[in-house]
């Protein structure tokens, strides 16, 4: 008999908030209205359904490409960011990833941080590591902005 498997925190957290997120009638009404009014741009943008599954699948191929190279692509991006002065930083794990960011900031004396909004920096909830060390996350949704013009 196989031993059970431990569940990390962070997980048991996220399903624990997903449940209740599931039973929030407000919440999934917002969503269907954002889904469906997205859905409606689509539909308005390409009114053509058959150019728009064609597009759908190409962009399905590029992903697909650039998934299959993207030790390549990495390196590449790597070696153009640095030839432009910005210094590139790689983690392995969640926690070196959040260490990295801490240390940036304390080498700073940073007691405030923008960052832009992101599923990657919420699911190493970074923010809230940040918070741990005394250090306030203030977050920028230019994403929303650029989904909104």
Not at 69 to 82: G, H, I, S, V
Request: aromatic share 4%; no cysteine; proline share 2%.
């Amino acid at each position: 008999m196989n031993a059970p498997q431990r569940i990390p925190a962070i997980e048991l957290d996220f399903k624990g908030r997903a449940h209740n997120a599931l039973g929030d009638d407000q919440l999934r009404r917002n969503f269907r209205t954002a889904m469906d009014s997205l859905m409606t741009k689509r539909a308005a943008s390409f009114s053509d359904a058959d150019e728009r599954e064609r597009l759908r699948e190409m962009g399905n191929h590029i992903r697909a490409r650039a998934l299959s190279k993207l030790p390549e692509l990495l390196e590449r991006l790597e070696a153009n960011l640095t030839r432009n002065g910005v210094q590139v930083h790689w983690a392995e794990t969640v926690e070196e990833a959040n260490q990295i960011v801490l240390n940036i900031a304390q080498a700073r004396q940073a007691k405030q941080v923008i960052k832009g909004k992101s599923m990657v920096s919420e699911e190493m909830e970074m923010n809230h590591f940040l918070e741990g060390h005394g250090i306030e996350s203030l977050e920028s949704d230019m994403g929303e902005y650029i989904v909104q013009l």
